[in-house]
């Protein structure tokens, strides 16, 4: 992985057995498009994985398709000691299915909040073992104990950590719905007050699109 600039680059040097395989390939190579990545063949010929196939991908930090021709034990053995990754294939679909599986490896992974429920804290309760204990009732939507905490005190955010543990009365539960009182504890964090707003949200991971 090779980044130049702000784009990052995936380099390939493609090797067919016929020169219409080589002709079609990289014609479809090239129409694949994305905004995160760059595609860059550096190399594309007929024949067989050579040394100087190789030397080429190791400099270039480029991996090898090789669509037909055998690959010798003793080239493996070479690129396996440079670090060099030769996919062979016998079906040209599953180039394109791995090169967009590689490009999406390439993304730098994106997350985005999705908010889930509001509590309001209506007393505090302190214990020396498990700290804080906030005393709430939600508000909106639905609390859920694996969830993170954004922690709002007239307007302002004080705090975002984790949920540490949620109860409804002395049990431990997964979530509390709206209308109903539960206890939260924040994981490091024990300055609630009252009438703070626990906002209540999930991380997800962004959807990668080409």
């Known amino acids: 992985q090779i980044e130049s600039?702000?784009?990052?680059?995936?380099?390939?040097?493609?090797?067919?057995d016929v020169h219409g395989s080589l002709e079609a390939i990289v014609a479809s190579i090239q129409k694949i498009k994305s905004d995160e990545v760059s595609i860059n063949i550096i190399h594309a010929a007929t024949g067989a994985v050579s040394?100087?196939?190789?030397?080429?991908?190791?400099?270039?930090?480029?991996?090898?398709?090789?669509?037909?021709?055998?690959?010798?034990?003793?080239?493996?053995s070479r690129a396996k000691k440079e670090g060099v990754s030769i996919k062979s294939y016998d079906v040209i679909y599953k180039i394109f299915d791995d090169?967009?599986?590689?490009?999406?490896?390439?993304?730098?992974?994106?997350?985005?909040?999705?908010?889930?429920?509001?509590?309001?804290?209506?007393?505090i309760f302190s214990f020396s073992k498990l700290g804080?204990?906030?005393?709430?009732?939600?508000?909106?939507?639905?609390i859920v104990r694996n969830g993170m905490a954004r922690v709002m005190r007239e307007g302002k955010e004080i705090i975002k950590c984790d949920m540490q543990?949620?109860?409804?009365?002395?049990?431990?539960?997964?979530?509390?719905?709206?209308?109903?009182e539960c206890?939260?504890?924040?994981?490091?964090?024990n300055e609630l007050k009252e009438s703070d707003h626990i906002h209540c949200f999930?991380?997800?991971?962004?959807?990668?699109?080409?």
């Open 5 to 16: 600039g702000s784009l990052k680059t995936l380099n390939l040097i493609v090797k067919t």
């Open 51 to 76: 040394d100087n196939d190789i030397s080429l991908a190791h400099a270039s930090n480029a991996f090898i398709i090789n669509f037909g021709p055998e690959v010798s034990n003793e080239t493996v």
């Open 99 to 123: 090169i967009q599986n590689a490009i999406e490896g390439l993304f730098e992974i994106e997350y985005e909040e999705v908010e889930m429920g509001v509590a309001e804290v209506r007393s």
């Open 132 to 142: 804080t204990i906030a005393g709430c009732m939600v508000t909106e939507g639905k």
């Open 165 to 180: 543990s949620l109860k409804r009365f002395k049990d431990d539960v997964k979530e509390v719905a709206s209308g109903y």
């Open 183 to 189: 206890g939260i504890v924040l994981d490091g964090f």
């Open 202 to 210: 999930i991380l997800k991971e962004k959807e990668k699109t080409l």
